[in-house]
């Protein structure tokens, strides 16, 4: 697949912005619409933005300690687009990181405060637009068949170029594969459900829950478990011609430090599980596009 490229025109750009309205999407996922005012910034589905926390006097004692017991500055923090570039205001989903002793080394610094802050009205800055997670230019040449393979918060920038290709009428169709923990921790469910009414012949959306406890919750679009090969078979008939995009967890620097140190394998997460299955599907590499996070 084709990259982004970086031009004077599309180089990424310091704003400051409003943030106009926070809504809960699920207990903690919110989602921040952002008013950039008057002209419209150019970007397209699938980007992301930037936020230094450094920004926001509330976090200052916090940052401060992570930095001292990581011995470098807190860097900027990435969250994709939820916003199509047709909407009126570019919109970010923020997940609050959990905090698991043992399992997870620091703290989260800035998403809690983005999705608890309470801060509607508030200005904030934020360095836009970046990454190659997009929809190619020529993708009707490359396919009929637009498969979104995705966990949690990784919904997020295939929601977004969902959203804009059924808007701009792109020819190819969208299977969304959304795998979440519980019923009540899927994003834009009702949104991806007025999406497939409106767009019946464009659009297939389909649930994995791996806790589910209420046995009602399931049907045909919505499964038991983890997203396994046998599902990715069924879902992916035309291996050799759909295009997959797959955005959700990955072993991260921290595991792979950890896993040198004790000399054992680091764990794989969803994003090593899934490759491996449609790899062992035969789907080749130049057909999948990855965004990984964790």
Known sequence: MSATVTTARNRPKEYEVTVADVRLETHDTATLYLDFGPERPEYRAGQFINIDPHQFPALGRLSAYLQEHKARKEPARSYSMASAPHEPLVS???KDEDYIPGFTK??????????H?????????????????????????RTDHLVHVVAGSGAVPNFAIVK????????PRHT?????????????????????RAHPDKLRVVHTLTRETDESRFSPSVRKGRISEALLAELIPD????????????????????????????????????????????????????????
């Open 92 to 94: 970010i989903t923020v």
């Open 117 to 141: 802050g309470r801060l509607t009205g508030a200005r904030i800055k934020v360095l836009g637009f970046m990454g190659p997670y997009v929809l190619p230019d020529d993708v009707e040449e």
């Open 239 to 294: 291996r050799q011609t759909c295009l997959v995009y797959v955005c959700g967890p990955a072993i991260t620097p921290w595991d792979r430090r950890k896993a040198l140190e004790t000399r054992t394998p680091a764990t794989p997460r969803f994003m090593e599980t899934v490759l491996g299955h449609l790899h062992d599907l035969g789907l080749e590499d130049k057909r999948i596009k990855r965004e990984s996070y964790g």
């Open 164 to 171: 804009d290709a059924l808007h701009r009428g792109l020819k």
């Open 176 to 196: 969304v594969l959304c795998s979440n923990k519980t019923w009540g921790d899927i994003l834009y469910r009702e949104a991806f459900e007025a999406l497939e």
């Open 106 to 115: 620091y703290p989260p610094l800035l998403s809690p405060y983005l999705v």
